[in-house]
């Protein structure tokens, strides 16, 4: 029989959906800010002159990232073993913090410690808000759910677009957007912690007398994960299509604002909107379809997902041949489409291959991994760029491994106990 609780169903739709909502707004902060650095490069760069070269701003995005990945597997760890909701608040508060200080800092050396302290803050939020949410939505809503919250996420990135324009402006400046982000989220971590609530516990009725599953140690809940080769495809699967992910988040401003020679307000808004807006479009598309696809087969997020994927290959190849800012922005919106797909599915995939127990640390560890290499690949796109590699031949290794990522999805195995407990048809 399905797992259940005991409320009410109404209740529990509705507090299901007020969890999204209440996190909707972390995620978008949650992004912002990392978005706002790549679109405010230029105005950076010229008020903190220590900075030098892109070879050291690409150190500082990839210094972010792996103080974000080495710290997610913890993070997520500490969600499944204690609580997803104190986790979630006690982030928010901290990295809004550090968003505050970074509107102070003056060098290159105060810049790093920033981001590596960001990196610290935030690894904690999206292991614990993504398990959290997948506990309140039991299979029929889930990939809805996970795609709304991204689309938090996406609007982040959309806002953080603009900022080239508020760092040019000479009534604000890039310090007073980090200063007033960080004010915000300190404010609305206060009532978050009391309005948020950690799921209640579901139970299988065929299995009532059965021993509640523990809470397993660090070595077995890692052990646990490793030995399971679905999760080892779905780590990869989600690790490659990221390098060129980061990549066109953390780089796009600036490539095109020097391959297209336009300004840099207008370099932010078309390397974010566009392919943002689209995103919200993919995740809404590729969040229903899954979601319907598994009341007729156990692989529907999987195929969902490989669908995204298949649509970011071309993508990625074209954004980096592209020969005018409309070609560059038409494959930008390509990848938002496929990207959609591909995000809100990962979490429900990850759901159907491990127990709930384990769900925030095998997100954790899929972070570890993905972002980790996704600093490696803002690092060495930095490089490239100083020693002016071509933009095609970048891109199309990246459009490579996409094509490996499809084989890879296809490839995972879902699990029917962890299906019925998702509450799937099949």
């Known amino acids: 029989m ?57 150190y500082m995005l990839g210094q972010f990232k792996w103080v974000y990945a080495f710290l997610s597997p913890f993070a997520g760890y500490i ?7 104190l986790t979630i608040c006690g982030s928010l508060f901290v990295w809004s913090a550090v968003t505050w200080w970074t509107g102070h800092v003056k060098t290159y050396d105060e810049l790093l410690m920033a981001r590596s302290l960001m990196g610290f803050s935030e690894a904690f939020y999206v292991p614990a808000a993504l398990a959290l949410i ?3 939505h039991h299979g029929a809503t889930r990939s809805r759910a996970i795609g709304l919250h991204q689309m938090g996420m996406y609007f982040g990135q959309i806002a953080g677009g603009f900022g080239g324009y508020i760092a040019q402006s000479p009534d604000f400046g890039w310090r007073s957007a980090f200063l007033g982000c960080g004010v915000f989220g300190m ?13 209640p516990k579901i139970y299988d009725e065929s299995q009532a007398d059965a021993p509640k599953p523990k809470k397993p140690s660090p070595l077995k809940a890692l052990g646990e994960l490793l030995s399971n080769s679905s999760y080892i495809l779905l780590v990869l699967y989600f690790t490659l299509p990221a390098l060129a992910g980061w990549v066109v988040r953390d780089w796009m401003p600036a490539i095109l604002q020097k391959q297209f ?20 479009v993919g995740a809404i598309i590729g969040g229903s379809l899954a979601d319907k696809w598994m009341h007729t087969n156990r692989r529907g997020r999987i195929y969902a997902s490989a669908i995204g994927m298949s649509l ?3 993508a990625i190849f074209g954004v980096g041949n ?19 797909f591909f995000d809100c599915n990962n979490m429900p995939i990850l759901c159907q291959i491990v127990r709930p127990e384990l769900r925030a640390t095998g997100y954790g560890i899929m972070n570890l991994v993905s972002i980790s290499c996704g600093g490696l690949a803002d690092w060495g796109f930095g490089i490239l760029r100083d020693k002016q ?10 459009a490579a491994t996409a094509i490996l990522s499809i084989v890879l999805v296809l490839l995972i195995r879902p699990k029917d106990e962890l299906i019925r407990l998702g509450g799937s048809a099949k």
């Not at 969600?79 to 909701?85: H, L, P």
């Not at 590699?389 to 990246?398: A, D, K």
Request: charged share 10%.
């Open 2 to 58: 399905p797992m259940t609780d005991s409320r009410p169903a109404g209740k529990r739709f509705a507090t299901a959906w007020l969890v999204v909502a209440l996190l909707f707004p972390v995620a978008l902060l949650n992004y912002l800010d990392r978005q706002m650095l790549a679109s405010m490069k230029s105005s950076i760069m010229s008020d903190i002159p220590s900075i030098g070269t892109d070879q050291n701003w690409g």
């Open 312 to 314: 970011i290959v071309p």
């Open 187 to 199: 404010i609305y971590a206060l009532p978050l912690i009391v309005i948020l609530r950690d799921a």
């Open 389 to 398: 590699v071509p933009l095609s031949l970048t891109f199309g290794i990246f």
């Open 261 to 280: 020679n336009i300004s840099q307000g207008l370099a932010g808004v078309s390397a974010t909107i566009y392919w943002q807006v689209a995103a919200i």
């Open 322 to 340: 592209a020969g005018s800012l409309s070609a560059a922005i038409g494959f930008l919106i390509l990848f938002g489409l496929g990207w959609g």
């Open 134 to 136: 997948s506990d309140y």
């Open 79 to 85: 969600a499944d073993r204690f609580s997803r909701r």
